[in-house]
T-cell receptor, first 116, second 113 residues
Framework: AQKITQTQPGMFVQEKEAVTLDCTYD???????LFWYKQPSSGEMIFLIY??????QNATEGRYSLNFQKARKSANLVISASQLGDSAMYFC?????????????FGQGTTLQVKP | DVKVTQSSRYLVKRTGEKVFLECVQD?????MFWYRQDPGLGLRLIYF???????EKGDIPEGYSVSREKKERFSLILESASTNQTSMYLC????????????FGAGTRLSVL
């Protein structure tokens, strides 16, 4: 069975510093995709970054980068130069081989608070 | 811009009522999803649809049904609402492709009293 684990229920970071949010996954699928979403207090889930299992390089999107370590089955999100607006809940998710429907499995989430 | 709209942000219903949660996407996506979100459990898939009039059960379909009569609209139905269905409900859609990214609506906070 597929599983996503986020072991940090809550994290604090000082404004302008970098922070790493942990995510480990378990799957027997040879091909899969990994996603990170941000959920502010307003409730909407915002897509941040994607990493494919066969991608050779770590994904980056602006201040977000994904530290993908395939052998360790980890896909940690790194946020550089934290801003107050980064305070939110962050979810790691995975999509395995499930046709074209894109069904996702989510972790429990990590709440990030950025201190001024 | 990507747009997934859920009809209500907040909803309060009584036990035993029939409840409809509506979701509309304007991106011509084939796939649509309904999740519920509970503290400490993340998001769990209730149902999804990969085409008009097609549906598949997710991980927690009990107590729910869905309807997809048009491509852009996916409805979640609670036939007889119960207090354990008090939750945040999130709708998403995806259009396939290599990344097949899901885009979410703002969510509906449902309270069943």
């Amino acid at each position: 069975a597929q599983k996503i684990t986020q072991t940090q229920p809550g994290m604090f970071v000082q404004e302008k510093e970098a922070v790493t949010l942990d995510c480990t996954y378990d799957t027997s699928d040879p091909s899969y995709g990994l996603f990170w979403y941000k959920q502010p207090s307003s409730g909407e889930m915002i897509f941040l970054i994607y990493q494919g299992s066969y991608d050779q390089q770590n994904a980056t999107e602006g201040r977000y980068s994904l530290n993908f370590q395939k052998a360790r089955k980890s896909a940690n999100l790194v946020i550089s130069a934290s801003q107050l607006g980064d305070s939110a809940m962050y979810f790691c998710a995975m999509r395995g081989i499930s046709g074209n429907t894109g069904k996702l499995i989510f972790g429990q989430g990590t709440t990030l608070q950025v201190k001024p | 811009d990507v747009k997934v709209t859920q009809s209500s942000r907040y909803l309060v219903k009584r036990t035993g009522e029939k409840v409809f949660l509506e979701c509309v996407q304007d991106m011509d996506h084939e796939n649509m999803f309904w999740y519920r979100q509970d503290p400490g459990l993340g998001l769990r898939l209730i149902y999804f649809s990969y085409d008009v009039k097609m549906k598949e059960k997710g991980d927690i379909p009990e107590g729910y049904s869905v309807s997809r009569e048009k491509k852009e609209r996916f409805s979640l139905i609670l036939e007889s609402a119960s207090t354990n269905q008090t939750s945040m409900y999130l709708c998403a859609s995806s259009g396939g492709g290599a990344k097949n990214i899901q885009y979410f609506g703002a969510g509906t906070r449902l309270s069943v009293l």
